[in-house]
């Protein structure tokens, strides 16, 4: 593994989402709705683009396969809690319920990447493939970014 870059990537997106989940904890009022928006893009984004380039490849590698599997049938799980906070008002007990869920799934999930899944997949895949996973990511994911702005929390764009 020479081409590291789509894991430093999509730690990144990790490292920043893990911020604003600490910044979402702590605000209230219009700030609350306004970073777990930002929040709902970013994660929307991410997952999309890390859907269609890292885990299309390992869907694709028999060694893979159910590494990726659990891993989009989490991205579903987070995508419903999304949509589902998303209709709640910020100040409510239930909406700091859901939060407080959502947030330890998906804290859950990056770990889970970070620390088996990244590496399994360093492992298995070509410096080629992993500089052409990178592209992928780096290309979709601001597109994903507008589409997400452009959707509802727990849209199923096709």
């Given amino acids: 593994m020479a081409d590291a870059r789509i894991y430093a990537d999509l730690k990144a997106d990790h490292d920043r989402h893990r911020d604003l989940l600490r910044r979402i904890d702590s605000a209230s009022g219009d700030d609350r709705g306004e970073l777990f928006e930002s929040f709902r893009i970013e994660v929307t984004a991410h997952a999309a683009a890390e859907e269609e380039a ?55 999930h990056i770990d889970e990447e970070e620390e088996e899944m990244f590496p399994a997949a360093a492992q298995e895949l070509s410096d080629a493939e992993e ?11 601001p597109i994903e970014a507008e589409l997400a702005k452009a959707g509802e929390a727990g849209d199923d764009r096709d």
């Fill in 54 to 108: 890292l885990y299309a490849t390992m869907l694709a590698n028999p060694d893979l396969r159910d590494e990726a599997r659990h891993s989009v049938s989490e991205h579903k799980e987070i995508d419903d809690y999304l949509g589902e906070i998303a209709k709640l008002d910020p100040a409510s007990n239930e909406w700091n319920e859901r939060f407080a869920e959502m947030r330890h799934r998906y804290e859950h």
């Fill in 131 to 141: 500089a052409r996973i990178a592209r992928v990511f780096e290309d979709r994911k």
